[in-house]
């Protein structure tokens, strides 16, 4: 079917004198018009036609005019100002309205060719675990219902506690000595009743635990931290296997931190591991962080959790994994640990590794099919 172009709703189009200035995310396009004619094939750009029938419409209109409509029309699309009125869906009427602002937002990326729906769809039919509902996966399970998913998986095994409640927003003082699992289940259904949401009471031992939990899944999010250095091991080698991309962080004192492991594209965490230096020293200090977290002594960085960090991380984490799954732009943390600090809230990288050929972990998987 041939496209028929619209002018986007979020790409309002003004008439200043001799020009056109059309709203572009905080900025202007202004094109000069004189005679009128791209107010005219404005005008014409409301859906209802294909560029065929808009060019015959506008010779209807300006007799003699050698203004080049379909030119003007790529142009327009190369912009980004225009989509296609007649782009297919397969979003429900309750789906399109409680998407609506997130298809508005998909619509600044929308083109002749990109279709917004399908970004919407592309979200939704992705089944994801989420390992952990405590501070960031409290923050995180809400924000990927927002944000489309329809199947959730969410994994833990503690109970709510009184100093949980400055971040943790999934529950209240109602449910301290609670099951989180069950809180949350109850939290996330009430807040999305159609998406299917399946909790696991379970504490995570080894990889095989995390092969159980990731089998068929799409995506994961990682949000657990015991034991601390084995865990991430354990959830890299468990995804790398499966093939399926995760996306990891946690809150460090005054940073938050995010990397994102695509199996076959990005180095893994084993990866990450052997490029730093990897001298006796750092052993010893590895040895001794993780023997402190298995103690559960109470000292270091796991004591200090502010919420508004927690909330930072949470949004960074939910953007990289919609910027992956719609291939609106490239994710940011892919291969990469993204950190924002309180100090200055701005938002850099603070380290980078690449794929080791030679790696135990990831070192011969095969990169993703184009279909995948």
């Not at 202007?28 to 065929?52: C, F, Q």
């Not at 990927?144 to 400055?166: I, P, T, Y």
């Not at 927003?169 to 099951?179: M, T």
Request: with cysteine; charged share 25%; net charge negative.
């Amino acid at each position: 079917m041939a496209p028929k172009p619209k002018f986007k709703v979020t790409n309002p189009a003004y008439d200043v004198n001799d020009s056109v200035l059309v709203h572009q995310c905080g900025a202007m396009l202004e094109i000069d018009d004189p005679d009128r004619t791209v107010r005219g094939l404005i005008a014409l750009l409301d859906g209802s036609r294909t560029v065929e029938e808009i060019e015959q419409a506008f010779r209807e209109r300006h007799p003699g005019s050698d203004f080049d409509v379909r030119a003007a029309v790529t142009q327009f699309d190369e912009a980004g100002v225009i989509e296609d009125a007649d782009a297919p869906t397969t979003l429900t009427p309750y789906e399109l309205e409680r998407f609506k602002r997130n298809l508005g937002f998909f619509e600044t990326y929308a083109s002749l060719t990109a279709n917004k729906y399908a970004m919407q769809e592309r979200i939704k039919d992705c089944k994801v675990t989420l390992l952990g509902v405590g501070g960031v996966g409290s923050y995180v399970s809400l924000s990927l219902l927002g944000a489309g998913v329809r199947d959730l998986k969410v994994v833990d095994f503690d109970k709510v506690e009184l100093s949980n409640l400055n971040r943790q927003i999934l529950y209240s003082e109602a449910d301290i000595g609670q099951p989180k699992i069950e809180a949350a289940v109850n939290r996330l259904q009430g807040y999305y009743a159609d998406a299917k949401i399946t909790g696991v009471e379970q504490r995570l031992t080894s990889v095989a635990d995390i092969e159980n939990v990731i089998t068929g899944r799409d995506f994961v999010f990682c949000a657990v931290d015991r034991p601390k250095m084995h865990v991430i091991q354990w959830v890299n080698e468990a995804c790398v296997r499966a093939g399926v991309p995760f996306i990891g962080g946690g809150v460090e004192l005054q940073r938050s931190v995010i990397y994102l492991v695509i199996p076959g594209v990005t180095g893994c965490t084993q990866c990450w591991r052997l490029a730093r230096a990897d001298d006796e020293d750092t052993h010893i200090l590895r040895e001794q962080m993780e023997a402190r977290h298995l103690e559960n002594t109470g000292i270091g960085p796991d004591m200090a959790a502010f919420g508004p960090l927690v909330s930072v991380l949470n949004s960074l984490m939910v953007t990289d994994f919609v910027r992956f799954m719609t291939n609106i732009a490239p994710p940011i943390a892919a291969g990469r640990l993204i950190e924002t600090r309180f100090d200055d809230m701005s938002t850099r990288q603070a380290e980078q590794w690449d794929r080791l050929p030679g790696c135990s972990v990831c070192g011969d998987i095969p990169p993703p099919s184009l279909a995948s």
